[in-house]
């Protein structure tokens, strides 16, 4: 039986490595997509903020007399 204080060798190693690499590149996709998501709703309210100002200050069409 082999002791977990070995370090991983060859293959094994290379499949650690690999997957920890892995590991991180999700978790920071993850926390980008979660960023973007924010920019986004940030953005689209400043959106709505600002056309509603502009329907506000529309100015009013004339009517038939």
Do not use: C, S
């Not at 509603?52 to 007399?65: D, M, S, T």
């Amino acid at each position: 039986m082999t002791d977990k204080a070995e370090p991983l060798r060859g293959d094994a190693a290379w499949r650690a490595q690999r997957d920890a690499i892995a590991k991180r590149n999700d978790a920071v996709h993850a926390r980008a997509e979660r960023e973007k998501q924010e920019r986004n709703v940030e953005e689209m309210k400043k959106r709505n903020a600002e056309d509603r100002r502009e329907r506000e200050n529309l100015p009013e069409q004339p009517r038939p007399l």
